[in-house]
């Protein structure tokens, strides 16, 4: 595949912050709905945050307030600013994208990436 490319996962201490980069090809263009998902080990998969062509976001209910999605249409560059991290957000992060902006906003997604690792020790 390689159409969507996550970057920026680490190992943080609780409360800091990292931003995580998506890197989308041509196939993914601007007119996507785009986002992140994640998943930690043994759990089911947990929308975060989609941002549609029109720049509205969603957020899951646990992120509010803490994480910040946006793009940069031109560098087709998608981004998620977590702030305040927790134990609890310790997951795999995939980037992800879908034409249909009512399931994106639902973190239904066609396409997503490989993933990068975030874990926040205590």
């Known amino acids: 595949q390689g159409q969507l490319m996550e970057s920026g996962g680490d190992s943080v201490q609780t409360g800091e912050s990292l931003r995580l980069s998506c890197a989308a090809s041509?196939?993914?263009?601007?007119?996507?709905?785009m986002g992140w998902f994640r998943q930690a080990p043994g759990q089911e998969r947990e929308g975060v945050a989609a941002?549609?062509?029109?720049?509205?976001?969603t957020y899951a209910d646990s992120v509010k307030g803490r994480f910040t999605i946006s793009r940069d249409n031109p560098k087709k560059t998608l981004y998620l600013q977590m702030n305040s991290l927790k134990p609890e957000d310790t997951a795999m992060y995939y980037c992800a994208a879908d034409w249909n902006v009512r399931l994106c906003r639902q973190f239904r997604f066609g396409y997503w990436g490989q993933g990068t690792q975030v874990t926040v020790t205590v």
């Open positions: 041509a196939y993914i263009s601007s007119g996507y709905c």
């Open positions: 941002i549609a062509t029109d720049g509205s976001t």
